[in-house]
C-alpha cells in the first residue's frame, strides 16, 4: 500500500535555482495539501486543493506554486529558491475537504544553500 | 484566524509516569481538534480527534470549550509513547488544518 508518495527524499539546493517537489497519492483522495515542517514553528500550510483543477493559498505561500491537473498528482514548485526554503516539506491528502483525517507522505527534505 | 498553542516543546517523564500534552486554541467558531503523532522515522498520523471521543493506545483527550483546550492524557507512560506530538484545528466543514508548534515526549525507562 503505496499511499502517498513523495520525490525527492532529500536535495541540495543552489539559492536561485528552480525546484519541484513531487507528490502523488493513489488512495483517490480529493484533496490535497503540502505543509512545511521547521523546529520550534510546527507545520504550516503552503497550498492546498479541494479537488482536481482548483488550489487554493495557505499560510505560507509565497514563493511557491502548486498545480492540481489530475486527481493523484500535486506537485509543488519553487521558482527561485531562498535560503529560508530550507525545511521539511509534507505532502499530504484527505477523502475529502470536511473529513479533518490526513494522511501525509515521509517528508522531502530541502537544503537550500 | 484560528490559533493551535502548545505550551511545552519538551516534555519528559518516566515509564509509568501520567502524562498530560497541553493544546489551548483560539476560534470563534466550531472547531474541530485532532492530536498527530509523528514516531521516529515514520509518517505524521492521527492519533486521535474529540468527535470520536475514542482513546487510541491509552490516549484520551476531551475538548473543553470552556477553557479552549484540547488536552492530551494518558494515565501510565510507555518507552513506545516518546514521539513528537502536534494538536491540530480545523474549521467545522474544512480539512485545512492548523497545527501547533508540537512537543516531543520523552519517556525515559
Known amino acids: 500500500i503505496a499511499g502517498i508518495t513523495q520525490a525527492p527524499t532529500s536535495q541540495i539546493l543552489a539559492a536561485g535555482r528552480r525546484m519541484t517537489l513531487r507528490c502523488t497519492q493513489d488512495?483517490?483522495?480529493?484533496?490535497m495539501y503540502w505543509y512545511r515542517q521547521d523546529l520550534g514553528l510546527g507545520l504550516r500550510l503552503i497550498h492546498y486543493s479541494n479537488t482536481a483543477g482548483t488550489t487554493g493559498k495557505g499560510e505560507v505561500p509565497d514563493g511557491y506554486s502548486v498545480s492540481r491537473a489530475n486527481t493523484d498528482d500535486f506537485p509543488l514548485t519553487l521558482a527561485s529558491a531562498v535560503p529560508s526554503q530550507t525545511s521539511v516539506y509534507f505532502c499530504a491528502s484527505s477523502k475529502g475537504q470536511d473529513t479533518g483525517e490526513l494522511f501525509f507522505g515521509e517528508g522531502s527534505r530541502l537544503t537550500v544553500l | 484566524a484560528q490559533r493551535v498553542t502548545q505550551p511545552e516543546k519538551l516534555l519528559s517523564v518516566f515509564k509509568g509516569a501520567p502524562v498530560e500534552l497541553k493544546c489551548n486554541y483560539s476560534?470563534?467558531?466550531?472547531?474541530?481538534l485532532f492530536w498527530y503523532v509523528q514516531y521516529s522515522r515514520q509518517r505524521l498520523q492521527l492519533l486521535l480527534r474529540?468527535?470520536s471521543r475514542e482513546s487510541i493506545k491509552g490516549f484520551t483527550a476531551d475538548l473543553n470549550k470552556g477553557e479552549t483546550s484540547f488536552h492530551l492524557k494518558k494515565p501510565f507512560a510507555q518507552e513506545e509513547d516518546s514521539a513528537m506530538y502536534y494538536c491540530?484545528?480545523?474549521?467545522?466543514?474544512?480539512?485545512?488544518?492548523?497545527f501547533g508548534k508540537g512537543t516531543m515526549l520523552l519517556v525515559s525507562p
Open positions: 488512495m483517490r483522495h480529493n484533496a
Open positions: 476560534y470563534s467558531g466550531s472547531p474541530e
Open positions: 491540530a484545528l480545523a474549521r467545522s466543514g474544512y480539512s485545512t488544518l492548523t
Open positions: 474529540h468527535i
